[in-house]
């Protein structure tokens, strides 16, 4: 069973891009969507699962902190020493400790390191994490397998990871270009959900080299639930280009070559992109 043929390379339809935004002009935002995904033969950057800015983090996580802070030092100290309970006085440091805790899982992001790159008309992206201390995911045809450093072990994948097109598809509704200072510009596709118009997907270029692309989704229970509402859009996937079409590979371990034979799957062909290492 071959199951690592890639069609998603045939369907250039989903490119199709909405250019009739006065603010486009004469530029053929169609064809050159197109033409930068296809220029771009490997890369290496960083894939984030949930981006969440620093301000945005800064807006959420300091209020808590300096509340933390003030309890700790302050409230805390002074409840013990005006009624000599211990309990008394740890009890606001566990509270407003948890709503810290909460507050950072909320505006965390998972961050992986990411190299993607193209090989016979087939689409590899293998992805790892900070100095490849803990798991390795290659992803290529409809197979996304986990490598677990420290047991030496393969798996199959269940993470959530990167549209296979880099989210370049997503350009194609109501585009508007905006071009900023030192060669920058900026490509937004809009949508509209309830009568609101918000930002679904930017590519972000510097003399026309892709920077970065957001994409913006909702969560996965309005998803199911069909529910697009502008409020519960805080998913953001995102892309940093760092180098586009080196001279650069990633090795990965050989025996996922044994774990693809034993789960009939056709390994990944070993190029110039990719090599196999014991």
């Given at each position: 069973?071959?199951?690592?043929e890639?069609?998603q390379m045939?369907?250039d339809?989903?490119?199709?891009?909405?250019?009739?935004?006065?603010?486009?002009?004469?530029?053929?935002c169609?064809?050159?969507?197109?033409?930068?995904?296809?220029?771009?033969?490997?890369?290496?950057?960083?894939?984030?699962?949930?981006?969440t800015?620093?301000k945005?983090?800064?807006?959420w996580?300091?209020?808590?902190?300096?509340?933390?802070?003030?309890?700790t030092?302050f409230?805390?100290?002074?409840?013990?020493?005006?009624?000599?309970?211990?309990?008394?006085?740890l009890?606001?440091?566990?509270v407003?400790?948890?709503?810290?805790?909460?507050?950072?899982?909320?505006?965390?992001?998972?961050?992986y390191?990411?190299f993607?790159?193209?090989?016979?008309?087939?689409?590899v992206?293998?992805y790892w994490?900070?100095?490849?201390?803990?798991e390795l995911?290659i992803?290529?045809?409809?197979v996304?397998?986990k490598?677990?450093?420290?047991?030496k072990?393969?798996?199959?994948?269940?993470?959530?990871?990167?549209?296979?097109?880099?989210?370049?598809?997503?350009?194609k509704?109501?585009?508007v270009?905006?071009?900023?200072?030192d060669?920058?510009?900026?490509?937004n596709?809009?949508?509209y959900?309830?009568?609101?118009?918000y930002?679904?997907?930017?590519l972000?270029l510097?003399?026309?080299?892709?920077?970065?692309?957001?994409?913006?989704?909702p969560?996965?229970s309005?998803?199911v639930?069909?529910?697009?509402?502008?409020?519960?859009?805080?998913?953001?996937?995102?892309?940093?280009?760092?180098?586009?079409n080196?001279?650069r590979?990633?090795e990965i371990?050989?025996?996922?070559?044994?774990?693809?034979?034993?789960?009939?799957i056709?390994?990944?062909?070993?190029?110039?992109?990719?090599h196999y290492v014991?």
């Open positions: 069973m071959n199951i690592y890639d069609t045939q369907n339809n989903e490119f199709h891009a909405n250019a009739s935004n006065g603010n486009i002009e004469n530029f053929d169609d064809t050159f969507i197109k033409s930068t995904y296809k220029s771009i033969n490997s890369f290496y950057g960083v894939f984030y699962d949930n981006y800015t620093l945005t983090m800064l807006i996580r300091l209020p808590f902190l300096i509340a933390f802070l003030g309890v030092f409230l805390a100290p002074f409840t013990y020493s005006t009624s000599s309970n211990i309990f008394a006085a009890f606001p440091i566990v407003v400790g948890g709503m810290n805790l909460g507050i950072y899982q909320l505006t965390k992001h998972k961050k390191n990411m993607y790159y193209k090989y016979k008309g087939k689409l992206t293998i994490d900070k100095n490849r201390k803990k995911i992803n290529f045809g409809d996304k397998l490598y677990y450093l420290k047991h072990i393969w798996d199959e994948s269940v993470d959530l990871l990167c549209n296979r097109k880099l989210y370049f598809n997503h350009l509704n109501n585009l270009i905006k071009n900023k200072k060669g920058i510009k900026l490509i596709s809009y949508n959900d309830y009568g609101k118009k930002i679904e997907t930017t972000k510097q003399n026309d080299i892709p920077l970065s692309i957001e994409h913006r989704l969560r996965l309005d998803r639930e069909k529910s697009y509402n502008t409020i519960n859009r805080n998913i953001v996937r995102r892309i940093d280009f760092i180098e586009i080196k001279d590979f990633v371990p050989k025996s996922i070559i044994a774990f693809c034979e034993k789960n009939n056709q390994p990944p062909e070993e190029n110039e992109y990719l014991d």
